[in-house]
Each structure stands twice: as structure tokens, then as C-alpha cells.
């Protein structure tokens, strides 16, 4: 059974920064492509970032400078370090696990991320 399971949302004021962490289970995670996507109320899901099995990283524009994703192969687990926070930031963030060959999708529940003075 397959399981991602996101953790470090919460209430961050802007210009701060939080950690998200997306710990994955019953995958060989190594060979994963792994993403956060996220998606603030009324608007469609969006890619936030993505790290392949090789490390190499993409960004959306909105996010390039500010966040960093990574992954620890040994621990299953992909991170989302979130810098500069702003108030557009707010959504529920959502990894993913994904690979081509065979081809599987895998996602977590999401964790709600809320920036607010």
C-alpha cells in the first residue's frame, strides 16, 4: 500500500518561512520523480516545484529564489523549504510521486499553509 504523508503546514506571517516534509511508503522512492503542487481556494491546482531521481529541481516563476525543494532517499522523504512567505502562498500544498516507466502517480492529503499577519 502506498502512502504520502505531508506535514509542516501551519499559520506563518509573511516574510517567513516554514518546512514542509512528504514522507512516501511502499514505493521504491529512489526512482520516483517527486513534486509539490498546491491549491488556493476557488483556483486550480498548481505546480510548485519538482526534483527528479537524479536531483535536478524545477521551479515555478512564482516561487524561483524562495523555496527549495530537496529529497532524502534513505529517510523516503521530500522537503519543501519555504522562504519569504507571502500572503499568494496560502493554499494547501500537495506532494506527489510520480515515474514514467511503469507509469504510477501517487499523492499525499495535503497540508494547509496559511500566510497572515
Known amino acids: 500500500q502506498v502512502q504520502l504523508v505531508e506535514s509542516g503546514g501551519g499559520l506563518v506571517q509573511p516574510g517567513g518561512s516554514l518546512r514542509l516534509s512528504c514522507a512516501a511508503s511502499?514505493?521504491?522512492?529512489?526512482?520516483?520523480?517527486l513534486a509539490w503542487y498546491r491549491q488556493a481556494p476557488g483556483k486550480q491546482r498548481e505546480l510548485v516545484a519538482t526534483i527528479t531521481s537524479r536531483g535536478n529541481t524545477n521551479y515555478a516563476d512564482s516561487v524561483k529564489g524562495r523555496f527549495i525543494i530537496s529529497r532524502d532517499n534513505a529517510k523516503n522523504t521530500v522537503y519543501l523549504q519555504m522562504n519569504s512567505l507571502k500572503p499568494e502562498d496560502t493554499a494547501v500544498y500537495y506532494c506527489?510521486?510520480?515515474?514514467?516507466?511503469?507509469?504510477?502517480?501517487?499523492w499525499g492529503q495535503g497540508t494547509q499553509v496559511t500566510v497572515s499577519s
Open positions: 511502499g514505493i521504491i522512492f529512489s526512482t520516483y520523480t
Open positions: 506527489n510521486a510520480a515515474r514514467s516507466i511503469p507509469t504510477s502517480s501517487y
